[in-house]
DNA sequence: GTCTATATATCGATAGAC
DNA sequence: GTCTATCGATATATAGAC
């Protein structure tokens, strides 16, 4: 059909990062081979050495590409804020791109969010460092908006985990195809989170 | 210390049944080799195929376990809740005895949720038939309410999800050691899914 | 019901021809 | 940068002695 460009042929080190990925996050790292990997890009598992160094150095690879990528979503996000905003604002800012971030690259979220342990023990020390500077993102957002009485918890931590779970969640099974836009999905989490935070009582007896 | 009953000295099923849930759970099933839950146990390999007959008959033994204990625990919450029960009430009931088998029983928890997919692809679909009988335990409590007028969502199967998937994560992080109890957990977790299914206004705008 | 020994397959990784 | 061939380790599972 269409004439494909000379450099498109050979097995490249982004066909190899792309099958990889694909098979890490569906199948997991230890039921993933080298063999397996090689097949899908079209060479054998020998070959794969010229392109990185070995079957760990694959998945370190994806996983700070993945966690940039994370990282740069949410920055990105911020940077549109408006001027002054809200913790409302910033609470939805963060809630969506989190949960678009998962929607649009669930094998990317699928890798950082159960393949860790994977890692060597220096890589796997490093990524949980970087999961834990995003996730302190969000605890920031909901800490400042209950200093400043707008939002309300029992339990600030938790409330932080079940809102970053529950969007992390998504990349297990939100599907493009399905009923719902991606920006159909973050409006329902920004929903959803802002009412766990919502300091309005809910019993008005007494 | 104490005296040993004589029929504990020697490996039986039940022992290997405990090591191998906590290594599935902990390292994966892929991960997890049968010299692993053997040496734990103190026998060699070869000596786990008197008890079962293959890896995959105990993660299948295991997950058969994990499941009725889930359904169960469900099961025995939903018995004692009041007569004519609220949605509120039995959303309550159901979010607490999901957060509190997830919190108690860790290892199961996280054998259901992430290990599925190493099961035979008979024993897969009947796991997954399994999963899906409890999820709509949770989805029809949250209709009952929407169509009473109680609660309220943009979406509910998404809303169910949320709900159900920030309890499933606490298999992840949470410790009986910790800050909290398992009921100081469910009281929040509690809460949270009330406040989701809200039915006030947030804006009071316009 | 445990063990040793082994069958058979596959794993990650390397050497060296082309 | 690909390949074939192979190494050494390890995987699940079986056979048979005790």
Redesign the interface.
Known sequence: MHPVPEAAISATADEIREAALEQFAR??Y??TSMRDIASSVGIKAASLYNHFGSKEAILWDLTLTAFEELLRCRDLAIANLPDNPTPQDRLACLVTSHVAFHARNSNQALLVN?QL??LSKTHYRKAVAMRAQYEATMREVIDEGITKGVFT???AR??T???L??G??VSG?FRPEGP?TVS??C???V??A???L?P?P?KRKE
Chains 1, 2 share one sequence.
Do not use: E, H, P, R
């Open positions: 199948d997991g230890s039921s159960s342990a994977a918890t029992i339990d938790v409330t985990f079940a809102i779970q529950m992390m969640a099974w719902l159909d999905l409006a329902i989490y929903d959803l802002a009412k766990m919502t309005l809910l």
